[in-house]
């Protein structure tokens, strides 16, 4: 019989932690849960607690004088406790799906302590780049993509070192607004922004891949995940979400992952790599699928795409602006306070007058993200005001 590894998962409440708890529920000869987390949803992590029965589950955003729970097990509150779960001696594998740059310090606790980081938390890679990258390089832990497009590529590339890859190619559905005109933009609403064609995911992702910066982060985690060259990633829109991503590496030969859109299936990979464990998801049928189809991103009608771009080229504390900003930016928007167009606007505003600095510490990184939301919130507040 083949061990159990053991399993924290940070963020067990939301899209890709229910997720997990799928793929470990379906695994259980094989993973056994060793910690479970979330903010404040307490009622659905003490459900998943009694089921699972962990070591212990954190309320991140709760504390033990006002909390209850049916489950009698060790609880643990603060964001502190979620840094301690990364990087408990009892996991092998930390599966962080957080949401926002609040997950970075976890990452760097998993990466720290050695562990399997399956990382779904893009914000926290994007924030801290360069300390997430460091460690990993320093540590022996090691860092499997979640998101479908960077596990596509880690499929793709099979271990082989960037030098030999001449481009990656990443695929992006073009989300709800794909055909929409950009003069029609300023009509959108919330609910049509959360109608995602082709993916079942939480309400701030869904946002940023209807504005595209979904896409932007994606290039700037590509860009860290997989030592490649900025320029060097290419994005197409392919909406129906078959292909997940290509590696053309430089002999010619472009290998493309394909399947059916879900996320359990890059989250058993990053469980499992390099093996491969059954699944019963429903099988690509090339014929059934009909012709593949491509288009060029509309640069004009998305600028969330370009100013994340800009963001990573400029570099250092850029890129936790921009992914701090858009937060915000998205907040607000979910909230009615700004219309689907303020949010390139606010994110605009903060990044054009970015005095920037190196992300070396994550006290930079931190003092980086207070100081890009503070500006958005303004920015959002002078928009309203005008
Ligand atoms: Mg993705």
Same mark, same amino acid.
């Given at each position: 019989?083949?061990e159990?590894r053991? /399993?924290? $998962?940070?963020?067990?409440?939301?899209?890709?932690?229910?997720?997990?708890?799928?793929?470990?529920?379906?695994?259980?000869?094989?993973?056994?849960?060793?910690?479970?987390?979330?903010?404040?949803?307490?009622?659905?992590?003490?459900?998943?607690a009694?089921?699972?029965?962990p070591?212990?589950?954190?309320?991140?955003?709760?504390?033990?004088?006002?909390?209850?729970?049916?489950?009698?097990?060790?609880w643990?509150?603060?964001?502190?406790?979620?840094?301690?779960?990364?990087?408990?001696?009892?996991?092998?594998?930390?599966?962080?799906?957080? $949401?926002?740059?609040?997950?970075?310090?976890?990452?760097?606790?998993?990466?720290?302590?050695?562990?399997?980081?399956?990382?779904?938390?893009?914000?926290?890679? /994007?924030?801290?780049?360069?300390? $997430?990258v460091?460690?990993?390089?320093?540590?022996?832990?090691?860092?499997?993509?979640?998101d479908?497009?960077?596990?596509?590529?880690?499929?793709?590339?099979?271990?082989?070192?960037?030098?030999?890859?001449?481009?990656?190619?990443?695929?992006?559905?073009?989300?709800?607004?794909?055909?929409?005109?950009?003069?029609?933009?300023t009509?959108?609403?919330?609910?049509?922004?959360?109608?995602?064609?082709?993916?079942?995911?939480?309400s701030?992702?869904?946002?940023?891949?209807?504005?595209?910066?979904?896409?932007?982060?994606?290039?700037?985690?590509?860009?860290?995940?997989?030592?490649?060259?900025?320029?060097?990633i290419?994005?197409?829109?392919?909406?129906?979400?078959?292909?997940?991503?290509?590696?053309?590496?430089?002999?010619?030969?472009?290998?493309?992952?394909?399947?059916?859109?879900?996320?359990?299936?890059?989250?058993?990979?990053?469980?499992?790599?390099?093996?491969?464990?059954?699944?019963?998801?429903?099988?690509?049928?090339?014929?059934?699928?009909?012709?593949?189809?491509?288009?060029? /991103?509309?640069?004009?009608?998305?600028?969330?795409?370009?100013?994340?771009?800009?963001?990573?080229?400029?570099g250092?504390?850029?890129?936790?602006?921009?992914?701090?900003?858009?937060?915000?930016? /998205?907040?607000?928007?979910?909230?009615?306070?700004?219309?689907?167009?303020?949010?390139?606007?606010? $994110?605009?505003?903060?990044l054009?007058?970015?005095?920037?600095?190196?992300a070396?510490?994550?006290?930079?990184?931190?003092?980086?993200?207070?100081e890009?939301?503070?500006?958005?919130?303004?920015?959002?507040?002078?928009?309203?005001?005008?």
């Amino acid at each position: 019989m083949v061990e159990r590894r053991g /399993v924290v $998962v940070l963020g067990a409440t939301g899209s890709v932690g229910r997720s997990a708890c799928n793929v470990l529920r379906r695994h259980a000869d094989r993973f056994r849960v060793v910690g479970l987390s979330a903010a404040q949803n307490s009622d659905a992590l003490d459900m998943l607690a009694a089921e699972f029965e962990p070591e212990f589950a954190v309320l991140a955003g709760g504390d033990a004088d006002t909390h209850e729970a049916a489950w009698t097990g060790e609880w643990r509150y603060g964001p502190a406790a979620l840094i301690e779960a990364a990087a408990d001696r009892r996991a092998d594998i930390v599966v962080n799906a957080l $949401v926002g740059s609040a997950g970075l310090e976890a990452t760097l606790a998993a990466l720290g302590a050695g562990k399997r980081l399956a990382l779904a938390n893009k914000e926290s890679l /994007v924030a801290g780049g360069p300390l $997430v990258v460091q460690a990993w390089r320093d540590g022996t832990g090691d860092i499997l993509p979640v998101d479908s497009e960077h596990s596509a590529i880690h499929q793709c590339l099979a271990g082989r070192p960037s030098s030999e890859v001449r481009r990656l190619i990443l695929t992006a559905s073009g989300g709800p607004f794909r055909k929409t005109p950009a003069s029609e933009f300023t009509e959108i609403r919330c609910a049509d922004a959360l109608a995602h064609p082709t993916w079942d995911m939480g309400s701030k992702i869904t946002v940023d891949s209807a504005t595209l910066a979904n896409k932007a982060l994606e290039v700037i985690e590509a860009h860290l995940l997989f030592d490649i060259a900025l320029d060097s990633i290419e994005v197409v829109v392919h909406p129906t979400s078959i292909i997940h991503s290509m590696v053309e590496f430089r002999d010619g030969s472009t290998m493309a992952q394909l399947g059916f859109p879900t996320m359990e299936v890059p989250i058993l990979y990053a469980l499992a790599a390099p093996e491969r464990l059954p699944n019963e998801f429903e099988p690509f049928d090339p014929v059934a699928a009909g012709p593949l189809e491509f288009e060029h /991103v509309r640069h004009d009608a998305f600028p969330m795409f370009e100013l994340g771009l800009a963001a990573a080229r400029t570099g250092g504390t850029a890129p936790a602006a921009y992914s701090a900003a858009n937060e915000i930016a /998205v907040a607000a928007f979910l909230e009615g306070e700004l219309p689907f167009t303020g949010i390139p606007e606010v $994110v605009d505003a903060v990044l054009g007058s970015w005095e920037g600095g190196p992300a070396d510490s994550v006290q930079a990184v931190v003092v980086a993200d207070s100081e890009a939301r503070r500006q958005a919130m303004e920015a959002v507040g002078n928009r309203r005001n005008r």
